[in-house]
């Protein structure tokens, strides 16, 4: 496609329920990152892909959090049990080269809110 | 710990003007600097960059400034019109390390017509 896709775009979850956020990639694109955004803050980082390799996940803020991208292209990121302070934002972005010099494609988003 | 601080929530200012949204960091390790927009509902889109090897990029409308000794950045947007209207972050990373990007709360820009 020509953007970065992410769905669904809306999702709201009771506490405790599991969650599963879809990003499909710029078809050729071998780096994906995931970043959340609370409510006035700017995104944080939370993991990335290069290619079906996650190199780094330093930013999941729990065990309860897990990113895969098994073929390397679409990628899930699912939220188990999830807890009021996840309700954030979720984007997912794109990049064709390894490294953030050219900056990355963003998509719209999944805003999660957990009642 | 905030590595990458816009202190200003917002700035209000007239079509055609100057806008000039500010920007600090404490980690000497980053090396690249990046503006991103953000319109409401929409992911955040690549405005412009800067290697910390140059103190000034331009494009356009917008030029970003660098300040090394004073680990500060800023972006001037000239001249100013109401499409310009958007948040903007600030994001940062160390070229040799993590491919990942460190933003700024953001600034939220409104150009009045």
């Known amino acids: 496609g020509a953007g970065v896709s992410q769905s669904p775009r809306y999702k709201v979850a009771k506490r405790g329920q599991d969650v599963a956020l879809r990003c499909d990639p710029i078809?050729?694109?071998?780096?994906l990152f995931w970043y959340q955004q609370a409510l006035g803050q700017g995104p944080e980082f939370l993991t990335y892909?290069?290619?079906?390799?996650?190199?780094?996940k330093s930013g999941l803020p729990s065990d309860r959090f897990f990113a895969e991208r098994p073929e390397g292209s679409v990628s899930t990121l699912k939220i188990q049990r999830t807890q009021q302070e996840d309700s954030a934002v979720y984007l997912c972005?794109?990049?064709?080269?390894?490294?953030?010099?050219?900056?990355?494609?963003f998509g719209s988003g999944t805003r999660l809110t957990v009642v | 710990d905030q590595q990458v601080k816009q202190n200003s929530p917002s700035l209000s200012v007239q079509e055609g003007r100057i806008s000039i949204l500010n920007c600090d960091y404490t980690?000497?390790?980053?090396?690249?600097f990046l503006w991103y927009k953000k319109y409401p509902a929409e992911g955040p889109t690549f405005l412009i960059s800067i290697s910390s090897i140059k103190d000034k990029n331009e494009d356009g409308r917008f030029t970003v400034f660098l300040n090394k000794s004073a680990k500060h950045l800023s972006l001037h947007i000239v001249p100013s019109q109401p499409g310009d209207s958007a948040v903007y972050f600030c994001a940062a990373f160390s070229q040799g390390g993590s491919e990942k990007l460190v933003f700024g709360k953001g600034t939220k820009l409104t150009v009045n017509p």
């Open positions: 972005a794109s990049s064709s080269v390894s490294g953030s010099g050219y900056g990355y494609t």
């Open positions: 078809s050729g694109h071998v780096s």
């Open positions: 980690n000497s390790m980053f090396d690249y």
């Open positions: 892909f290069q290619n079906e390799a996650q190199l780094d």
